[in-house]
């Protein structure tokens, strides 16, 4: 068996198909698909693909089987002619593939490698690619056979249908009676389809010209066919639909139906297809049929005439105004269709029992938009799935969206019998995803009468709201003991509670109108003892609802008052109180349907193609114009249609509406329900784009760019923009590529988005980057003659990848001006440019009076002429010999000392060698015999900060040296009697600004638009954020909620540009207000669990990097992670024990006080730091700290009667070169073991200053100087060679010093205990994997990187780097950079990536590199342990987040985080207020906030008063 190259494999899998998770695109176009018992074939021009079920490409061929290089590499090398695949058919492991070759040949193949088996069968389809054919293979009577039915020329005659028969390894004709023939002046026949059913076999066609699609029925006896019937196929009469574009057969449990999509060749309508369903149960009876069309039949005279097959009902089941494929299954006894159209679209359609459709539902869009293939497949492993395809792509497809369903009332009127409610998992699922339950009916889905879980009538009732919820009784057992309540989901208030009316299936109860509002979200919810459901609803909403909608408005809470014909909130009485019952509502939309506008016509309509976002403003003329109030939008038959009204009218004949949003298919335009409708129809496009060529612009602009992408033409501009610079500009071209002009925009290079405008909406394009202008050097004249001047002109390298056609020269000579038009551009090779100008005078051009301009857009330039003057021969002349004998002397001299030089640098090279060996001796016996193992002291009391602090810390890291003042302004403390009152105007400002900001809706807008002011910085949002996490300190819950609204609005807007790159900054409000969230819900996770190993990594962290030397200076240390902070500079050191006597500081102290204590310090450590060391070493000893600041006490050498005085810096230092000093260590002042040292305690005034400058004074580094003048003589001492790498162990041997330490903390944070993740932690990754389902991300990556993005990258990193955060300790320069290296080596264990390290890589890098593995498995195993707990019920939320509530309820001055947050709201006034005019539903806070505003101008006026 021949092996498929790597290299072609690679080169395969990289340029001809694209492979994604259940997606694979081609380089050419599908023919034909088919399905094995597990795998998937596809047939595209000249190639064969196999793949498993799940779409995982396997194998590729060619048309025969062979490994064909043409499809291997995806190149077409040429090939002529094109194959085309004709029929393709599985059938016992084996693949029967044919071609439109040359003798349109079959051939038989191998499903384990697609390789030929048999003999290749000639002449059974055409080789006209244009030629249709279907088939299939017959089992019979241990026989199998090969049923084929071909498009043949009209020649009296042609053989049309044959039965091959299987005769060893190959299929034959037996006789004549095998065939079936066409009959004289027959069109050729287009056959759609070939199929078994029974002992009957089928085949659905359509003439080539002129005469009605049909079907014909044979019967087989012994390889002889015989006609059983045939039947003209009628889907409507107006307009005839006469072409079958797909096919599919299928039983229920009322017989065997086939169902086709039909078409006209008329132009585009809503009807121009359509769906049409038939029972093909009625042919088995129409034995000795005659067949009077299209074929030659033999002996007919004893035939019977039966009636040609009808759709049923007659009519089509479905119109649409572009269908290409349909696929039927039987599921919960409802017939469902899946539908592909013409602009790449699956739908979804179910049919009721009387074959009634529902309104299509979207199931999934192809992004390019190209035509559904003709026939949809079913996964033959898992019967969820479809396979669908266009042109070049196919796509394993979910055969339902459920999870888009977030409610239980919504999931049931979706009327999708693939979709109920899940009790045990409270959501909308399919029922193969539902576990089972004891609960009643634990999964339900739509049933006829009952289309939802919770029917909500509201009445008012004497100055009371009444509510009564009617059960639908699939869910409740009515003898089941139950309550409800109303619950005000903003402010999470009960407004009334009931029980159920034994025995039924209701329950009401009633709350005052005061206690709710026209746009509160309200949630109507039962429970009983096994199961909870709940409703939403909203007053708001009641006003969309018609007279075409009535009992969906009496059913969603709200009431259709019959005297005015309006559907009403309850809030708002109807007059007389005239409510309309369901009985008054069947009359009342029955009525609104056969209401007609029989006096208006529509005669024109401005546009016939919008985008699916609508188009406001569009003009219609007509007759009585002025007489019409509402238009009707027509789609699908089977929707209902989009009613709206007239925007405004101009006159009887002119008036203007505003299209609205909608799918993306065919509209009529129609005056009434009766579908009195404008002539032509409208089409509902998408707009895309999918690149901008070049990408790249000069900054000053004018370059000319082109978009390209889908309906281009039906944008209203582009916008280039980033920040606070804007550009906005017409696109002129055609629907697949419009030009625009690139504007200037800023001095500096940058890169904008662009955006395509569309009504209100944007459409992200890509992004424009901004480079430098391009630079031409010089020029040159090539030639000049007669009629023509050539040039050549130099220009510098760059990456605008600038065309011959934008450049555009002028030579200016004696006020003329020669242009190099496009035309005479000849060669234009990256950096030079020739061109040929005609010349309009004679003589010769003057190089000293030319001047070249070179322009491109809006750039212009002018050269220098490059005029090389002539070369001084003479002068080179004398030179030379001059040269020659000065180089022949330094020869000689060289020579000379160059042999004395190598005498002396071989000596010194054994020296150097010697030294290298011994460092790197010393280097590798440290790192293997150091057993000394890092010991911290026992950590007793961990020196956790309280919350108050800890939040204060997360919340506002930027505000570290304001901490103190910050905590006093925030912290709630003991109330001060001498505290100034609060002014009126101040409380009533606090109270309006609680009422605002607890209601969600609103706060929700108020953020967006802040976010959308240019001037509300990065650290306006997180400041914003941070106050509003204090101010709702004491509801977590209502912070949560909030929360969760703000990320789905994030992650919509993520999902639609960059998915991965959601989180990873604080560039949003609801970033920010996440990382709080985090804090305040993990700090006691973070004090049970992280905290001590954390305290512990630390302590071990400074006690390892204090074992060896350290720069004073520049803070550098042996001992370290950083190679950067590596001080590799080192000397020999040792370590040295001193004696140090601290003084009495009263006469009542006890001796105690003044005892000795030891201390070690190294010979190389300065006085400063031997004073550190010295007060680090009494607090450990003591338990408590010197009562004296490290800059109060000096250090005094004792030698019997005389001692001296410790300093820094004395007369003594040393000098080094350019006076710098360096700084004074124990071993400058020769202290040894045992030494006396005294401490003193002085004034600031006594000693001198701690800070000392790079520029004066050094330590163990040296100057530059000292490094690179090792050789001077005047240098006291020899210096020792020294080489970075040689020190590079030490980072080793530091991290395994430390690595019990961070693995326990690592451990800490990514174990699970007893399977119980935190409540934070387990909410927010299960939200962020419901979103991912909702929105149908199925890359796994993406809810990985979230994940990671919004735990360990915006909580733990911060702790880590950050202990100081919630640990009372001091973070050194080193201690920071050690705890980078480790928290950089965190995150990459929840990296994706894989780190390919070479030689040369970061040793940051390679010092966890061989652990990152072993991180990445462990993190694996973290979030697949979190997914696998239990899902949290609503119930453990609420306690946990209430109880955290409780705990933080007087921890701060939340009037005080609102004060700070009004101060947004009163920059931002006017914007805020502007905004909220635009939005329904907010006339109360338009009113509270106008009411704040006064509040303010009253107070500005007191002050300036």
């Not at 809503?270 to 088995?284: G, H, K, P, Q, S």
């Not at 804007?726 to 955006?755: D, R, W, Y």
């Amino acid at each position: 068996m021949s092996r498929i190259p790597l290299s072609l494999l690679f080169i395969f899998m990289l340029t001809d198909p694209i492979y994604n998770e259940e997606t694979f695109r081609f380089k050419h176009p599908i023919n034909n698909i088919a399905i094995g018992r597990q795998h998937v074939i596809v047939a595209t021009e000249n190639c064969l693909y196999k793949f498993n079920h799940t779409l995982h490409w396997l194998k590729t061929t060619g048309p025969h089987g062979e490994n064909d290089k043409n499809c291997m590499e995806g190149q077409d090398s040429g090939r002529k002619p094109t194959y085309y695949n004709k029929i393709l058919l599985v059938y016992n492991d084996t693949v029967l593939t044919c071609w439109n070759d040359v003798n349109g040949t079959c051939v038989e193949l191998q499903m384990d490698n697609l390789k030929a088996v048999g003999k290749r069968v000639e002449f059974v389809v055409s080789p006209d690619p244009k030629h249709t054919a279907r088939g299939f293979i017959l089992f019979k009577e241990k026989s199998i056979y090969l049923f084929v039915a071909k498009f043949t020329n009209n020649d009296a005659g042609a053989q049309t249908i044959s039965l091959r028969t299987k005769d060893q390894d190959t299929f034959i004709i037996k006789d004549q009676e095998s065939r079936v023939s066409l009959k004289e002046n027959t069109p050729g026949l287009n056959y759609v389809d070939a199929f078994q059913w029974k002992n009957m076999f089928l085949f659905p066609y359509y003439p080539s010209v002129g005469s009605n699609a049909r079907v014909v029925v044979l019967t087989v006896d012994e390889a002889r066919l015989s006609f059983h019937t045939q039947s003209n196929l009628t889907c409507g009469s107006k307009p005839q639909r006469k072409i079958i574009l797909s096919s599919f057969a299928f039983h229920s449990s009322e017989g065997f139906f086939w169902a086709g999509i039909f078409t006209t060749n008329n132009t585009a309508s809503t009807d121009r297809t359509a769906l049409c369903i038939y029972n093909f149960t009625v042919l088995e009876a129409q034995i000795t049929s005659c067949i009077n069309h299209d074929f030659r039949v033999e002996n007919s005279d004893a035939c019977k005439n039966y009636s040609d097959i009808l759709p049923l009902h007659g009519t089509p089941a479905l119109t649409h105004g572009d269908l290409t494929a349909v696929h039927a299954k039987v599921v919960e006894r409802k017939l469902v269709f899946f539908l592909g159209t013409g602009n790449g679209k699956l739908l979804k359609v179910t049919f009721n029992s009387n074959y009634t459709a529902n309104c299509p539902e979207e199931l999934y869009s192809f992004t390019n938009e190209a035509a559904v293939f003709q026939t949809i497949h079913r996964d033959p492993v898992d019967i969820n799935y479809l396979y669908v395809a266009t042109n070049k792509e196919i796509k394993r497809q979910k055969i339902a969206n459920c999870e888009r369903h977030e409610s239980c009332n919504d999931c049931l009127s979706a009327y999708d019998p693939h979709c109920g409610w899940c009790h045990s998992v409270n959501r909308c699922t399919m029922k193969t995803e539902c576990k089972a339950s004891t609960a009643l009916g634990n999964w339900i889905a739509h049933s006829e009468g009952y289309g939802k879980c919770l029917n909500i009538k509201v009445l008012p009732k004497n100055g009371q709201i009444a509510v009564r919820i009617e059960k639908n009784p699939a869910l409740f057992d009515e003898n089941d003991p139950s309550n409800c309540e109303i619950v005000n989901k903003d402010t999470r208030e009960t407004l009334c509670t009931g029980k159920k009316e034994a025995p039924s299936l209701s329950c009401s109860c009633q709350f005052s109108q005061q206690q709710t509002y026209e746009t509160a979200s309200l949630t109507a919810a039962v429970k009983s003892n096994s199961i909870a459901i709940s409703a939403q609803f909203q007053f708001q909403k009641c006003s969309q609802y018609t007279e075409f909608s009535c009992l969906d408005c009496i059913s969603s809470g709200c009431l259709w008052c019959t005297n005015t014909s309006m559907c009403s909130s309850p809030l708002s009485k109807c007059e007389n109180e005239e409510y309309a019952d369901e009985d008054k509502c069947r009359i009342i939309e029955e009525k609104a349907a056969q209401e007609s506008s029989s006096n208006v016509t529509i005669d024109f309509v401005a546009v016939d193609r919008v985008s699916s976002v609508g188009k406001k403003n569009v003009l219609i003329t007509g007759e009585n114009l002025q007489d019409l109030s509402r238009v009707f939008l027509f789609g699908a038959s089977s929707c209902k249609p989009q009613v709206f009204t007239v925007s405004h009218h101009t006159n009887n004949t002119h008036a203007f509406i505003s299209l609205p949003p909608s799918q993306n298919e065919v509209k009529r335009l129609c005056v009434d329900f009766n579908r009195k409708c404008y002539h032509r129809s409208i089409s509902y496009e998408s707009v895309s784009c999918s690149a901008i060529v070049p990408n790249t612009v000069w900054l000053s602009g004018g370059r000319n760019l082109t978009i390209s992408g889908i309906n281009l033409d039906l944008i209203d501009n582009i916008t280039i923009s980033k920040n606070n610079l804007q550009s906005i500009s017409n696109c002129l071209g055609n629907s697949s590529h419009c030009h625009f002009m690139a504007p200037k925009l800023g001095e500096t290079k940058q890169t904008f988005n662009v955006n395509l405008t569309i009504q209100e909406m944007t459409v992200m394009c890509g992004e424009l980057i901004y480079k430098k202008n391009p630079t031409f050097s010089t020029f040159y004249i090539l030639s000049d003659n007669d009629d023509e001047v050539e040039l050549q002109i130099e220009k510098t390298k760059d990456e605008l990848e600038i065309q011959a056609h934008e450049i555009k020269i002028q030579i200016h000579f004696k006020e003329k001006v020669l242009i190099c038009e496009l035309w005479n551009v000849t060669v234009f090779i990256e950096n030079t440019i020739k061109c040929k100008a005609k010349k309009n005078f004679l003589g010769k051009v003057d190089i000293q009076k030319i001047r070249i301009e070179v322009i491109l857009g809006n750039f212009k330039t002018e050269l220098k002429r490059h005029n090389p003057s002539s070369v001084p021969y003479l002068f080179i002349l004398l030179i030379v010999p001059i040269l020659v004998i000065v180089v022949i002397a330094a020869f000689l001299i060289t020579r000379h000392k160059s042999k004395q030089l190598s005498k002396k640098l071989s000596k010194e090279l054994e020296e150097l060698e010697c030294e290298i060996r011994k460092e790197i001796r010393e280097g590798f016996a440290e790192l293997q015999t150091d057993k000394e193992v890092v010991t911290v002291e026992a950590l007793g009391t961990i020196p956790f900060f309280d919350y108050k602090h800890f939040a204060l810390n997360t919340f506002f890291p930027e505000s570290a040296k304001n901490r103190e003042d910050l905590c006093e302004k925030l912290c709630e403390n003991i109330p001060s009697p001498f505290q100034t009152r609060k002014s009126t105007q101040d409380e009533e400002i606090v109270n309006t600004l609680k009422t605002l900001f607890e209601n969600q809706n609103f706060l929700v807008l108020l953020i967006h638009t802040l976010e959308k002011q240019s001037n509300f910085s990065i650290k306006d949002r997180c400041m914003f954020a941070s106050f509003l996490t204090i101010n709702f300190q004491s509801n977590l819950l209502y912070l949560t909620g909030l929360l969760e609204r703000l990320t789905k609005d994030l992650i919509e807007q993520s999902s639609n540009k960059q998915p991965k790159l959601m989180l990873r900054r604080t560039e949003t409000v609801v970033e920010k207000l996440l990382t709080n969230w985090m804090s305040t819900c993990l700090y006691g996770f973070l004090r049970e669990s992280v905290g001590e190993p954390l305290y512990s990594l630390v302590q071990t962290l400074n006690q390892r990097i204090h074992k060896g030397p350290i720069d004073a200076l520049t803070y550098k240390a042996l001992y370290t992670l950083n190679e950067d902070w590596l001080l590799w500079q080192i000397t020999e050191f040792s370590s040295v024990e001193i004696n140090v006597y601290f003084p009495k500081t009263s006469e009542i102290e006890c001796e105690e006080t003044s005892q000795c204590l030891k201390v070690t310090v190294l010979d190389c450590d300065t006085i400063g730091q031997v004073k550190e060391k010295i007060l680090q070493s009494f607090q450990i000893i003591k338990g408590y700290s010197f009562e004296h600041p490290l800059s109060n006490i000096g250090l005094e050498l004792h030698h019997g009667q005389t001692f001296k005085e410790l300093s820094d810096i004395d007369s003594s230092n040393v000098m080094m070169e350019n006076n710098i000093k360096k700084l004074n260590t124990i071993k400058h002042y020769q202290i040894d073991n045992g030494s006396i040292i005294k401490l003193i305690v002085k004034t600031n005034g006594d000693l001198p200053d701690m800070e000392y400058s790079k520029e004066q004074y050094c330590h163990l580094e040296m100057p530059e100087s000292e490094k690179n003048e090792l050789q001077n003589p005047e240098k006291k001492g020899k210096h020792k060679f020294q080489v970075k790498e040689l020190y590079l162990t030490k980072l080793l041997s530091t991290k395994v010093a430390v690595h019990s330490a961070v693995e326990k903390v690592f451990k800490s944070i990514w174990t699970v205990p007893h399977n119980k993740p935190p409540i934070a932690i387990k909410y927010f990754f299960d939200f962020l994997d419901a979103q991912s389902e909702i929105r149908k991300i199925t890359d796994p990556d993406v809810v990985h990187i979230w994940k990671t993005n919004s735990l360990p990258l915006r909580f733990w990193i911060n702790i880590l780097k950050n202990p100081q955060f919630f640990l009372d300790i001091k973070k050194t320069v080193l201690l920071e950079i050690c705890l980078s290296v480790i928290a950089q080596a965190f995150m990459d264990g929840f990296s994706l990536a894989e780190q390919q390290l070479g030689k040369s890589a970061p040793t940051n890098k390679l010092l966890y590199a061989k652990d990152i593995s072993l991180f990445k498995e462990e993190v694996k195993t973290y979030y697949k342990e979190i997914r696998d707990a239990p899902p949290l019920s609503s119930t453990e939320l609420t306690d946990f987040l209430t109880s955290e509530s409780k705990k933080h309820t007087h921890e701060f001055k939340e009037d005080v985080a609102l004060k700070e947050l009004f101060k947004y709201i009163e920059k931002y006034f006017n914007v805020i207020i502007s905004t909220v005019e635009k939005e329904r539903g907010f006339d109360s806070e338009l009113r509270q906030l106008q009411h704040l505003k006064n509040i303010l101008e009253d107070k500005n006026k007191c002050v300036w008063e």
